[in-house]
């Protein structure tokens, strides 16, 4: 039953629209089967949607989740933060998806967390494994909606609750991240080359 708790969760964090008002009795009766803990919060978002004006909805995804970093829906930028390395890391996940079959759209970025369930949704064994390689970065957009009060993590509560349950590593790396957030690149070429090799005025 993860496969349909995965597409649901990826449609309720898509941006709220008409299209996604028009699906709601499909969501609940997706809701309805499944296992309560993953099931129940998503009738409870479900709900919200029902009797929150479209308009508001809009308002209040672009301030949850463009306007606060600590809710940021990327989830290489929890591991990588904007490093070189998230982009090797992104490269990774589209090829990922191409193996499978997935094409993503010039505007779609691999890591976006509805991409990723609606990617697990159809290949469950490989999108499984993904969002278990992220876990920490979940756990902590978890934590940041549920301090935000957003509706939105009733959404992330039954992503979380599809997975295993977290061990004591899984625990400290979401201690860490939370401490320390995302890494932070490492400016100029000092670590690539000595300074008589850098290019005038290119030190700092």
Known sequence: MNAAAWQAQSLLLGYPDEQLRSRLDLLRRVAAALAEPVGAPLRRFTDHLERTPLPQLAADYVATFDHRKRCCLFLTYYAHGDTRN???????????????????????????????????????????????????????????????????????DSVSATLPALGGDE??????????????????????????????????
């Open 86 to 156: 998230r982009g090797m890391a992104l490269l990774r996940l589209k090829q990922t998806y191409a193996a499978a079959g997935l094409r993503l759209t010039d505007e779609e970025l691999p890591d976006h967390l509805a991409v990723v369930l609606e990617f697990a949704a159809a290949n469950p064994d490989t999108g499984a494994a993904l969002l278990t390689e992220h876990r920490a970065g979940l756990e902590l957009l978890r934590a940041a909606l549920r301090d935000a009060g957003s509706p939105w993590v009733a959404v992330l």
């Open 171 to 204: 625990h400290a790396a979401v201690a860490r991240l939370a401490a320390q957030g995302p890494p932070a690149e490492q400016v100029g070429l000092a670590p690539f080359a000595p300074p008589e090799y850098m290019p005038q005025g290119a030190s700092r």
